[in-house]
């Protein structure tokens, strides 16, 4: 019942910026944490940053300082800004929700089909 879009991923260049969108959409009465990961070839899939309904962020060390997350909940969407971009943030980025579907004993997570960035040096 519920679909998660990413867009905003692409070719940028070290030093450079992207900001990430990922917007949520169907049968959703609300939207509890969520989470942008990253996965790089031949890596583990790598929590980036998560945000809380409340709007509290938590970030992974490697990305401190550059990325912020954010979310507008009137419009299901969730950012990551990404600035002083570095080659080695290359990866496939994935969005995920834990969304509330009719009451709290029905809720899902959901993923995005990720977006590429690719950072060249």
């Known amino acids: 019942q519920v679909q998660l879009v990413e867009s905003g991923g692409g070719l940028v260049q070290a030093g450079g910026s992207l900001r990430l969108s990922c917007a949520a959409s169907?049968?959703?009465?609300?939207?509890?944490?969520m989470e942008w990961y990253r996965q790089a070839p031949g890596k583990q899939r790598e929590l980036v940053a998560t945000?809380?309904?409340?709007?509290?962020?938590t970030y992974a060390d490697s990305v401190k300082g550059r990325f912020t997350i954010s979310r507008d909940n009137a419009r299901n969407t969730v950012y990551l800004q990404m600035s002083s971009l570095k080659p080695e943030d290359t990866a496939v980025y994935y969005c995920s929700a834990h969304v509330l579907l009719r009451s709290i004993y029905d809720s899902q997570y959901y993923w995005g089909q990720g977006t590429q960035v690719t950072v060249s040096s």
């Open positions: 169907g049968s959703i009465f609300s939207i509890n944490t």
């Open positions: 945000i809380t309904s409340g709007g509290t962020t």
